[in-house]
């Protein structure tokens, strides 16, 4: 596609349910990023995917949160056992990840709410 | 630690005024340097980018200057307009940080009509 999609816009779900937001990078990014935002505040690393190497998860808050990506592709980050202090805005981003073009770009988040 | 903040959380300026907006970082070893812009509801979206090896880069409307000695950005933005109003982040990534980008927690630019 033209740009970062993500899926679903909006998720209100009870607290100790699970979610699953889904990212779909612009075709051809080797790079996959995911962060969250919160109300106000600058954006949160979470967990990176780079080719077929090993994802750097040094940004995951807790073992509730996990991410995928199959194929190089798509992207899932993975919520378990939702807490309230989950509820945010998380956004993916996908770069080329070449030299000199290391510039991300950002879909349009999936807003979480957890009740 | 990393630390990238900036000076003035909201800004106002009148419409067909020039915008400033500062950031600043703390760790000398930073190389690549991005704005954003974010629209109420929206994901980040980027304007302009810049090198440690460069001073100054400009865009449609937009200039960002770099200063290393004092570890200071900013961006520039050339005649404002209503459309210009939304949250500005500046990004940086240095080398050794490896893979992450730290965003500082943007200013709010509101033009004026």
């Known amino acids: 596609g033209a740009g970062v999609s993500q899926s679903p816009s909006n998720k209100v779900t009870e607290k100790g349910k699970d979610v699953e937001l889904r990212c779909d990078p612009i075709s051809g990014h080797t790079a996959l990023y995911w962060y969250r935002q919160s109300l106000g505040q600058g954006l949160e690393f979470l967990i990176y995917?780079?080719?077929?190497?090993?994802?750097?998860k040094s940004g995951l808050p807790s073992d509730r949160f996990s991410a995928e990506r199959t194929g190089g592709s798509v992207s899932t980050l993975t919520i378990q056992r939702t807490q309230q202090e989950d509820s945010a805005v998380y956004l993916c981003?996908?770069?080329?990840?070449?030299?000199?073009?290391?510039?991300?770009?950002f879909g349009p988040g999936t807003r979480l709410l957890v009740l | 630690g990393e630390s990238v903040g900036l000076h003035l959380p909201t800004l106002s300026v009148q419409e067909g005024d020039n915008s400033i907006i500062n950031c600043a970082y703390s760790n000398s070893a930073s190389d690549y340097f991005i704005w954003y812009k974010q629209e109420s509801g929206k994901g980040p979206q980027f304007i302009i980018d810049?090198?440690?090896?460069?001073d100054k880069r400009q865009g449609q409307r937009v200039t960002v200057l770099l200063n290393k000695t004092v570890k200071h950005l900013s961006l520039q933005i050339a005649a404002t307009q209503p459309g210009d109003s939304a949250v500005y982040f500046c990004?940086?990534?240095?080398?050794?940080?490896?893979?992450?980008?730290?965003f500082g927690t943007g200013t709010s630019l509101t033009v004026i009509p």
């Open positions: 995917f780079q080719g077929n190497s090993a994802p750097d």
């Open positions: 810049i090198r440690s090896n460069m």
């Open positions: 981003a996908s770069s080329p990840r070449l030299v000199l073009q290391e510039t991300q770009y």
């Open positions: 990004a940086e990534k240095t080398t050794d940080t490896g893979n992450q980008f730290y």
